[in-house]
């Protein structure tokens, strides 16, 4: 599951994204990875710039992993509250590997193979999200889109251990 820039989707953070039906989305475990390479970011009040978002409305929300002021964010919001979690600061034209994996109550975000933070959510999240989207809020009045290139995106139930995220992560 190497990086490959020629097989990457571009996008253009205005018109551009990926939404997949996903009527059933987990909601004890899963594991999201991608290779990024965010273009174009600048200071801009903190606007969203999703890779993977399943936001379907407040506090309804099971995953978003974004850019927010070249900085990496984890958000979870649910009616129990707001998780978060920070992967650190991204720049423009370079790749970097990230995954999410939730595991019941914990959540741990890798970046670039090693683990960077971990939060205690619910065991059992709540969510009417009915699909999920690459490169932008697919359920958002704007698209909040990401602006750059996404590959080797990976969605699953299934809670990966380090050793397969590890081995994702190599480039």
């Known amino acids: 599951q190497n990086k490959e820039e020629n097989s990457a989707l571009y996008f253009n953070g ?8 996903a009527p059933q989305f987990p909601l004890r475990t899963y594991t999201f990875s991608a290779w990024f390479q965010p273009q174009g ?10 890779i993977f978002s399943a936001w379907c409305a407040g506090l309804n929300d099971p995953l978003r992993v974004s850019v ?29 590997h990230v995954a999410v994996v939730k ?8 970046v670039n193979g090693k683990k960077t933070g971990a939060a205690s959510v619910p065991a059992c999240l709540q969510s009417g999200a009915r699909n999920l989207g690459i490169g932008c809020n697919p359920n958002y009045g704007e698209l909040e889109g990401f602006k750059g290139a996404i590959a080797s995106v ?18």
Request: charged share 25%; no cysteine.
């Open 14 to 21: 205005e018109n551009s994204k990926l939404v997949y039906d």
């Open 154 to 171: 990976l969605f699953t139930r299934e809670a990966l251990d380090e050793d397969a995220i590890q081995i994702m992560s190599k480039r």
């Open 103 to 110: 595991r019941f109550s914990e959540l741990l975000l890798y």
């Open 41 to 50: 970011l600048e200071a801009d009040g903190k606007r969203w710039h999703h």
């Open 68 to 96: 927010q002021d070249g900085q990496l964010v984890v958000n979870i919001e649910q009616p129990t509250g707001g998780y978060h979690l920070s992967g650190g600061g991204v720049k423009n034209g370079e790749w970097t």
